[in-house]
């Protein structure tokens, strides 16, 4: 067990509709990572949220958005939803504090399947 | 842009044989490497990293992993290969906080690891 916990498990919604993912990282860890798992393209980051702030953006498409709260936990919206976005989302925290930034290692969290159909 | 290339889908070893799982990596500056393993329905579990230092890093469960700098490669390898050590692995680059990407994981395409009796 990692200590990130991801909810829901499983998700399954139709096409055009909007979902909201949750994570909450390890105690401690400042940083909040979304990852993106599909047969076609692997694994792919999404974004980075440190402390409640947006630092680094990957492939993400602006249909999502995410957001960091004061507890440190925080939720990826996925909205006008299309077939392929059918895929396991993952979560992973790092504590990602000056100096050891970016040797910090990141932990996973069981990821959220989600089905669009 | 940085990436991360393991040349084998999948590498099928008896159990009680050595095993290496191959990778290698391309990244600006000098790299962070990962190596996670996922078994089915699973989250990510981290297995071992290398920063700096000696070239052979020992991780969990009997892993290591050797770096060569000069092939640009880290390899995973175990002695001893168990059936239970069967599951997907990846292997993963980060760069130095500088260089602008140092945020995101960047992953291999994954090698299937089967071992058998």
């Known amino acids: 067990d990692s200590g990130v916990t991801q909810t829901p498990k499983h998700l399954i919604t139709a096409t055009g509709q909007r979902v909201t993912l949750r994570c909450s990282p390890r105690?401690?860890?400042?940083?909040v990572y979304w990852y993106q798992q599909s047969l076609d393209q692997g694994l792919q980051f999404l974004i980075q949220y440190y402390n409640g702030e947006e630092r680094a953006k990957g492939n993400i498409l602006e249909r999502f958005s995410a957001q960091q709260f004061p507890d440190l936990h925080s939720e990826l919206n996925l909205s006008s939803l299309e077939l392929g976005d059918s895929a396991l989302y993952f979560c992973a925290s790092s504590v990602d504090r000056a100096p050891t930034y970016p040797t910090d290692t990141q932990y996973f969290g069981p990821g959220t399947r989600l089905t669009v159909l | 842009a940085q990436s991360v290339a393991q040349p084998e889908d999948q590498v099928n070893v008896a159990e009680g044989n050595p095993l290496t799982v191959k990778c290698t990596y391309s990244?600006?500056?000098?790299?962070?490497l990962f190596w996670y393993v996922q078994y089915p329905n699973r989250g990510l579990q981290f297995l071992l990293k290398y920063i700096t230092g000696d070239n052979l890093v020992k991780g969990s469960y009997g892993f290591e992993a050797e770096f060569n700098k000069s092939q640009t490669s880290f390899h995973l390898k175990k002695p001893s290969a168990l059936v239970s050590d069967s599951a997907l692995y990846f292997c993963?680059?980060?760069?130095?906080?500088?260089?602008?990407?140092?945020?995101?994981?960047?992953f291999g395409t994954g090698t299937r690891l089967q071992v058998t009796l």
């Open positions: 105690s401690g860890d400042l940083s």
């Open positions: 993963a680059v980060r760069a130095q906080a500088n260089t602008g990407t140092a945020s995101k994981l960047t």
């Open positions: 990244v600006s500056g000098n790299p962070y």
